[in-house]
């Protein structure tokens, strides 16, 4: 089966960066869009942003402009950075993984990683 791990979660103030990173290992033939989702206490989960293996993203527009998605594809490894952390970004961020060619969300889910913004 599939692993997606995540890590870098954490507390942070507001204003702070943490950055995110998973990877997909495991029985993978090939792995296409990547990202992130995310969901807050009493909220749904949401899309954050994803990346295709050709380079192409996407932002929800609550973070847009703060956060920066990228990935490795040799490593099948996608990163998030976050910058300039206010407290509505607190959550548990999932990651995510789509076999190639497959609708999104994919399959292949992340267990989770708190992020807490707080003073």
């Known amino acids: 089966q599939v692993q997606v791990v995540e890590s870098g979660g954490g507390l942070v103030q507001p204003g702070g960066s943490l950055r995110l990173s998973c990877t997909a290992s495991?029985?993978?033939?090939?792995?296409?869009?990547m990202g992130w989702y995310r969901q807050a206490p009493g909220k749904q989960r949401e899309l954050v942003a994803r990346?295709?293996?050709?380079?192409?993203?996407n932002y929800a527009d609550s973070v847009k402009g703060r956060f920066t998605i990228s990935r490795d594809n040799a490593k099948n490894t996608v990163y998030l950075q976050m910058n300039s952390l206010k407290p509505e970004d607190t959550a548990v961020y999932y990651c995510?993984?789509?076999?190639?060619?497959?609708?999104?969300?994919?399959?292949?889910w992340g267990q989770g990683t708190q992020v807490t913004v707080s003073s």
């Open positions: 990346i295709t293996s050709g380079g192409s993203t």
């Open positions: 495991g029985s993978i033939y090939s792995i296409g869009v």
């Open positions: 995510n993984a789509a076999k190639y060619g497959s609708t999104w969300p994919g399959n292949y």
